[in-house]
């Protein structure tokens, strides 16, 4: 008897192997993609910055002063003008520690340039490059602040800013957008109201406490005199 002749279908076998290859990769990538959108943002390398709260410090004072601003909120502006000069020079003179944390809750009120997130990660961005320059910049990014629901400044007009400032090296960084990911990361650390479970800016907390800010005067006049 004649042996049977083979009805092996190489083609089709040839066809499913490159499919479960595409679906290997697919799911890879997937996972890949997933990953990357988990992974914590990287941090600046600063001696002024603590990667694990966001706070870029100042000063050694025993008592610790932490504010959240972002950087298109009109209120912090107007806490910068009433307050700002006042714990920049206690921090300097050592009576209390500043730490100022960069956030992002605005970027819905600046025309879809989501520059709360932008000017966030430049202020990071000159700590990193230029440490000793970011006083100078954090100031004059509220000095030059734009109104609220405006396109706000552009990358290139921060990098302007950094520049005079003294801290032109970090253009590069702020038009990358490099800390992007690690400012929604310290957004989300960002303590709310007790009241109302919201999160706001100015925050202050002093030593570890939320306070409301009602209460800021009273507070800052006990610590600064």
């Known amino acids: 008897m004649a042996a049977a002749k083979s009805n092996t279908n190489w083609f089709a076998i040839g066809v499913s192997i490159a499919v479960v290859v595409v679906l290997v990769a ?8 997933n990953n990357q959108a988990t992974a914590p ?5 600063s001696d002024i910055v603590d990667g694990k709260t966001g706070a870029i410090s100042f000063g050694s004072g025993d008592d610790e002063i932490e504010t959240y601003v972002d950087f298109m909120c009109p209120i ?9 000069e006042q714990l920049q020079s206690a921090a300097a003179n050592g ?4 730490s100022i944390h960069p956030i992002s809750i605005l ?10 997130t932008r000017s966030a990660n430049a202020a990071y961005c000159v700590a990193e ?38 801290a032109g090296a970090a253009a590069d960084c702020i038009s990358a957008g490099t ?25 202050v907390v002093i030593n570890g406490d939320r306070i409301q800010n009602a209460d800021i005067a009273s507070q800052f006049a006990k610590l600064l005199g």
């Open 26 to 33: 697919i799911g890879g990538l997937v996972v890949f993609l």
């Open 179 to 203: 800390f992007n990911k690690f400012v929604a990361d310290m957004t989300a650390l960002t303590p709310p109201d007790p009241e109302t479970g919201r999160v706001g800016t100015p925050t």
């Open 107 to 116: 970027d819905r009120a600046s025309q879809n340039t989501q520059f709360s």
């Open 41 to 45: 943002g990287v941090a600046p390398k």
């Open 95 to 98: 009576t209390i520690t500043l």
């Open 76 to 84: 912090c502006g107007q806490f910068e003008d009433a307050y700002g």
């Open 129 to 166: 490059q230029a440490p000793d320059s970011f006083l100078a910049f954090f100031n004059l990014l509220f000095e030059r602040q734009p109104e609220e629901n405006s396109t706000g400044l552009t990358d290139e007009e921060l990098s302007a800013i950094a520049q005079e400032s003294g």
